[in-house]
Nanobody, 128 residues
Framework: QVQLVESGGGLVQAGGSLRLSCAVS????????MGWFRQALGKEREIVAA????????YYADSVKGRFTISRDVAKNTMYLQMNSLKPDDTAVYYC?????????????????????WGQGTQVTVSS
């Protein structure tokens, strides 16, 4: 089990940027896929991006490709989500999550149910 704590959310105007951080503690994340999810009011939780903690390869939802960048600093045990060109549709609570590697297919890791550990979430609000 890993413990996850998000930070960096806030209110930003459309077109602006934010960087979210996810501090990781507990078990080593070396055998994990780490993901960023978001949940807007009245909608289901959805994948934003994911990263293989050891190898660094990444996955992005189509809605954020070219605007968001997921990264991790292994020495700091921290994952990041750099969000640029933000839109009002990006407004949501953002969660980081950890899934032990159980498949080589990214389709496995786009599903929230395959992540065992979650942070508490951080609100991102983009005004028009």
């Amino acid at each position: 089990q890993v413990q996850l704590v998000e930070s960096g959310g806030g209110l930003v105007q459309a077109g602006g940027s934010l960087r979210l951080s996810c501090a990781v503690s507990g078990r080593t994340a070396s055998n994990y896929i780490m993901g960023w999810f978001r949940q807007a009011l009245g909608k289901e939780r959805e994948i934003v991006a994911a990263i293989n903690w050891s190898g660094g390869n990444t996955y992005y939802a189509d809605s954020v490709k070219g605007r968001f960048t997921i990264s991790r600093d292994v020495a700091k045990n921290t994952m990041y989500l750099q969000m640029n060109s933000l839109k009002p549709d990006d407004t949501a609570v953002y969660y980081c999550a950890a899934a032990q590697i159980g498949s080589s297919n990214w389709n496995y890791y786009i599903l929230p149910r395959n992540y065992a550990d979650w942070g508490q979430g951080t609100q991102v609000t983009v005004s028009s």
